[in-house]
């Protein structure tokens, strides 16, 4: 069993950064795709980024290319989102979610494809 726990979120103006992280105990860590989704009251869970097990391969959403950039140290089983330019659209609930993959390149970008998810770390951005 692993269990991913969201930290870092928080209440910041429009144009600021914030780092969400996310920590997941167990020691297969290594073994899953990584990926932070979010959703917004009123709005579909939508993909936020992805990474491959190695680390090698990301994904973003269209809407945050260019801003967030997501990264993982698999030595300390913990997963990074650097949020950068922040809007107001922005604003939603961060979830971090483990998908188990058989590549080390593999990415997962359902929400689907995700075994295991945190309990989310909220994320508001105030014009």
């Known amino acids: 069993q692993v269990q991913p726990v969201e930290a870092g979120g928080g209440l910041v103006q429009a144009g600021s950064s914030l780092r969400l992280s996310c920590a997941a105990s167990g020691r297969t860590f290594s073994d899953y795709a990584m990926g932070w989704f979010r959703q917004a009251p009123g709005k579909e869970r939508e993909l936020v980024a992805a990474i491959s097990r190695s680390g090698s391969r990301t994904r973003y959403g269209d809407s945050v290319k260019g801003r967030f950039t997501i990264s993982r140290d698999n030595a300390k089983n913990t997963v990074y989102l650097e949020m950068n330019s922040l809007l107001p659209e922005d604003t939603a609930l961060y979830y971090c979610?483990?998908?188990?993959?058989?590549?080390?390149?593999?990415?997962?970008?359902?929400?689907?494809?995700?075994?295991?998810w945190g309990q989310g770390t909220q994320v508001t951005v105030s014009s």
């Open positions: 979610a483990l998908g188990r993959a058989m590549s080390p390149l593999g990415l997962r970008v359902s929400p689907n494809e995700y075994d295991y």
